[in-house]
């Protein structure tokens, strides 16, 4: 059995399926007992492709951590990711009919309701509903508009909107595994709770997930989340270059970029030579690390330069005041940052590790496990808030950084209705 107070991320990835079992400490901070991180199978651009390969990783990637912790991981809040994740920005308007026309969280409610009721093709369902700013009246760029009074109350929302059968086929490969789903968070509002500071979000800030298969971006302004869209190139892509580049099998290819990969050749010295090995019998070649790097780089313009067609679309470079945080597995990659400002322009660029827990402190240099350490810190912002469904609505819609946490029960009969 887990331990109460036990809280388990999974971010089944397309590089890597990783795990974070963490419990809820008296001062109710989260303390890391043990991770797991295996390599993915049956994932495709971050989607369960292949039931049966997903759940072998799944459940090895949840045992190795199970067995770091001592302790059982009990039910999982797992992340969904994959190009098919879509942002939405939604309005929503109501009448105020309360006594004296107060506004209470009942209105807050129906407001978010109302901007929730948008038209999605059938195969599409809303994963979060997150509110971005409220007006009341005329009165506009309200945060909180509970206890003011007005006729009439609007409220600018984003849905986070996903595949069913994406939700569908990570709950098959995770049952399939032996473990059972709590909550259902997208990738990257996971991932901003662990490496964006509060006064960034406010300030504006892009979250930058590069992965294996995908790069994800969600741009946060005056705190709220504006803009979420996946791109379908990642860390993996990067790889396959340097294979073909450099006649290196695959896993080659993986030693040699994660071990003497640059982002930019203007980084690497000429005279910094590596070796690296050959096909066949052949023996080991030397290469100079610029030349790597030089076949590195024009992936990663690629990306930031799709990235930048994300700002540019939601027309919010100009908020974006502190700048862009890149995390994700290829954020480790030796001068990521330089790259990306140099790609991005007048932008400040930092590599984001996760953080706002302790023990397993290694995990805070593995910008790869945002994800994972994201989901238990999205559990406990959900924690101290009250637990019966309709409170937990109430609350998450009122905050203006939370999402839908739900258990089972509403998650099924939200996502396979
Ligand atoms: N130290 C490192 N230096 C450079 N690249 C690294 C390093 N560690 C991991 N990577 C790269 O990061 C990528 C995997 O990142 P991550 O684990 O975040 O992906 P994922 O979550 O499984 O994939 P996705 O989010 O696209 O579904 C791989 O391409 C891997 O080579
Ligand atoms: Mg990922």
Not at 95 to 110: A, D, F, H, K
């Amino acid at each position: 059995m887990a331990k109460s107070g036990i809280i388990t991320g999974l971010d089944v990835g397309s590089f890597s399926v990783k795990t974070i079992i963490a419990e809820l400490t008296a001062e109710g901070e989260v303390n890391v007992l043990g991770t797991g991180c295996v390599e993915s199978k049956g994932v495709r651009k971050g989607v369960v492709v292949n039931i049966d390969a997903a759940s072998q990783a799944i459940a090895a990637s949840i045992e190795k951590a199970e067995i770091m912790a001592g302790t059982e991981a009990g039910g999982v809040i797992a992340s969904i990711g994959g190009d098919h994740l879509l942002g939405i920005n939604s309005k929503g308007v109501i009448g105020v009919t309360s006594r004296n026309r107060e506004i209470t969280e009942t209105e807050v409610e129906r407001v978010m309701e109302s901007a929730r009721s948008v038209r999605l093709p059938a195969e599409r369902e809303i994963i979060h509903l997150v509110p971005q700013e409220y007006s009341v009246d005329d009165q506009d760029e309200v945060k909180n508009p509970v206890g003011m009074t007005g006729t009439r109350l609007e409220a600018e929302a984003h849905l986070i909107t996903g595949l069913k059968t994406a939700g569908d086929n990570l709950m098959k490969a995770v049952e399939k595994a032996g473990f059972f789903i709590e909550d259902i968070i997208a990738a990257p509002y996971a991932a901003a709770a662990a490496v964006l500071a509060g006064d960034e979000k406010e300030l504006g800030a892009a979250l930058i997930d590069i992965g294996g298969s995908t790069t994800t971006v969600m741009l946060f302004v005056e705190g709220a989340v504006w803009h979420t869209a996946v791109i379908p190139v990642g860390g993996m892509h990067v790889t396959n270059d340097i294979a073909m580049g450099l006649r290196l099998p695959h896993i080659a290819a993986e030693d040699v970029k994660v071990r003497y990969g640059t982002a930019m050749p203007e980084l690497a010295a000429d005279t910094d030579i590596i070796e690296i090995p050959s096909l066949g019998d052949r023996p080991p070649r030397t290469v100079p690390k610029r030349a790597l790097a030089e076949i590195i780089a024009p992936r990663l313009e690629e990306i930031f330069r799709l990235v930048q067609k994300e700002i540019d679309k939601a027309e919010c470079r100009e908020l974006l005041g502190a700048g862009a945080v890149v995390t994700g597995g290829l954020a480790q990659l030796n001068g990521i940052s330089d790259m990306a400002e140099a790609v991005l322009g007048t932008m400040p660029v930092r590599v984001g590790h996760p953080k706002g827990f302790t023990g397993m402190l290694d995990v805070t240099q593995n910008a790869g496990f945002a994800v994972a350490v994201g989901l238990v810190i999205k559990r406990l912002e959900e924690e101290v808030v009250p637990k019966a469904p309709s409170q937990r609505r109430e609350r998450a819609s009122a905050k203006s950084d939370s999402g839908f946490g739900r258990k089972i029960g509403d998650w099924f009969k939200e996502f396979f209705s």
